[in-house]
């Protein structure tokens, strides 16, 4: 069993950054960000392997990074340029197979205000 711990959201304005950071108990493969606005269903963000290798939806190609330490077991999201419409519940995820996990996070928030 894994767990995950997040940090790092915060109410931000419309391109303003945040850095959410997520924190394993163990070594795994795979680590995912997922968000969830209210009334949406929850969505992929982006993905990274323990080999570095980096996977992103659209919506964060060229805002969003994705990084993780190893040695730290902690994956962090680097979001630039922020947006209203990034307003969600921001879920850590990890796993075998990255976009799959097997264990989550239990969130931290997001806003971004115009």
């Known amino acids: 069993q894994v767990q995950l711990g997040e940090s790092g959201g915060g109410s931000v304005q419309t391109g303003g950054s945040l850095r959410l950071s997520c924190e394993a108990s163990g070594s795994i493969r795979c680590m995912d960000w997922f968000r969830q606005a209210p009334g949406s269903e929850r969505e992929w963000v982006a993905s990274?392997?323990?080999?570095?290798?980096?996977t992103y939806a659209d919506s964060a190609k060229g805002r969003f990074t994705i990084s993780r330490d190893n040695a730290k077991n902690t994956v962090y999201l680097q979001m630039n340029t922020l947006k209203p419409e990034d307003t969600a519940m921001y879920y850590c995820?990890?796993?075998?197979?990255?976009?799959?996990?097997?264990?989550w996070g239990q969130g931290t928030q997001v806003t971004v205000s115009s």
């Open positions: 990274i392997n323990i080999f570095g290798g980096r």
């Open positions: 995820a990890a796993g075998l197979n990255c976009a799959s996990p097997t264990y």
